[in-house]
């Protein structure tokens, strides 16, 4: 059990750097030995903290950082994050000063941008490094890819930018032989070529997400974007044989009321439940929907408690929610233990022989386990285990 001494309330997420470094290590294996990972730590690194898990992923070989804004990219360089970052997509043109003064380089979509980057560039006596987006089907960002060559032309007269990298981003790479995958790797490797052959170089070429990393190992070129594997968790079906993760995010609780309830008594707004049942323990932990606890979950979910599984029940509130402990089973004649005030309860991760992941989250709130890490960032604190 970890020291939870520090914490101002009775529910935290909890952090494992130590299956962050070696998720790490585990994806840098399927790597080609020269290619180089950039970590994704957009969204506070999927909900796990940025600074501290980008120091340490870049001790287990992380070589860049991906973020989505310039906000985070600022947390990095203020947590001591010296290795290079680039922004996923374009920012305001009103932030290129920030991105100059940091060393941070822009994901770029629009020429309009890239020639008042390197207007201010200049003004500052430098050069501004940046990474060409290149659309190849999945219509997000970046212009057409068979318009790179055109597009270098156009900018590349400007002395005050160096284009350090050319990617893509696949819209279906956990999908086993799917044709638009191959499709928009054709499409890249076109658009590559063609620049090659125009003398324009493209810098570091990338386009590989966690799927694709570990699906297609034949298809990585210069560097691989790897999210949501260094927190642990396969991307798809698809690629769960093929790697052992470690999940790296835990939410727990204290119990902080224990309830004897009569039959028929209600809980939580609407009393939507009903005790229906002798021996009925309802126990209230403080996490609810404000802490990233779908209040789509209602009712639906389990928590851990005493290395066993018991039900949500009633309403998911703002702040709290109940569950329901039953002291005898169906099955059984002897009584589990009473719970107490300040047991430990898990809501995601592993208690004794049982576990819930984030999948199974997801699953029940018809989203993926990426949404699921990225709102328990909300308003828990971390505790975090090197
Ligand atoms: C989020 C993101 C990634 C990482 O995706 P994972 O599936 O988490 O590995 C890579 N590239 C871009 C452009 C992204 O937006």
Same mark, same amino acid.
């Given at each position: ?74 947390? $990095? ?9 680039? $922004? ?141 594997? $260094? ?156």
């Amino acid at each position: 059990m970890q020291d939870i001494s520090s914490l101002k309330r009775n529910a935290w997420m909890e952090v494992n750097l130590a299956a962050i470094r070696h998720n790490v290590r585990t994806i840098k294996s399927l790597m080609a030995p020269t290619c180089k990972l950039m970590a994704i730590v957009k969204a506070d690194a999927y909900g796990h903290g940025a600074g501290v898990c980008a120091r340490a992923m870049a001790s287990a070989g992380a070589q860049q950082f991906g973020v989505a804004t310039v906000q985070e990219a600022l947390e $990095l360089r203020q947590s001591g994050i010296a290795q290079p970052i680039v $922004l996923l997509s374009e920012p305001p043109v009103e932030t290129i000063d920030l991105l100059l003064e940091n060393d941070i380089m822009p994901g770029v979509t629009s020429s309009e941008f890239v020639l008042a980057y390197g207007e201010r560039a200049i003004a500052h006596d430098m050069v501004g490094k940046y990474h060409l987006a290149l659309d190849t089907g999945m219509t997000r960002i970046g212009i057409p890819a068979e318009d790179a060559v055109e597009f270098r032309r156009l900018v590349d007269f400007h002395r005050g930018i160096a284009c350090a990298g050319t990617y893509t981003h696949f819209a279906t790479a956990d999908t086993i032989g799917d044709w638009d995958f191959r499709r928009q790797v054709q499409r890249f490797t076109d658009a590559i070529r063609a620049l090659h052959e125009a003398k324009l170089y493209p810098g570091i070429v990338h386009c590989d997400n966690t799927a694709a990393t570990m699906l297609y190992p034949d298809i990585q070129f210069d560097m691989c974007r790897v999210g949501i594997a $260094l927190y642990g968790i396969h991307p798809a079906e698809s690629t769960v044989e093929l790697a052992e993760l470690e999940p790296a995010m835990s939410i727990r609780a204290r119990i902080t009321r224990v309830a004897n309830p009569r039959i028929g008594d209600g809980v939580s707004y609407g009393m939507t439940y009903r005790v229906n049942t002798p021996y009925m323990q309802i126990a209230t932990i403080p996490i609810g929907y404000a802490d990233g606890l779908s209040r789509s979950l209602s009712g639906e979910m389990d928590v851990l408690v005493h290395g066993r599984r018991a039900r949500q029940v009633g309403r998911i509130c703002m702040d709290q929610c109940m569950f329901a402990y039953p002291l005898r089973s169906m099955t059984s004649s002897t009584m589990a233990p009473e719970l107490a005030v300040g047991d430990v309860v898990t809501i995601m991760g592993s208690d004794e022989d049982e576990y819930i992941s984030a999948d199974e989250i997801g699953q029940l709130r018809h989203t993926i386990a990426y949404e699921v890490l990225c709102n328990f960032s909300a308003r828990l604190e971390r505790i975090y285990v090197s």
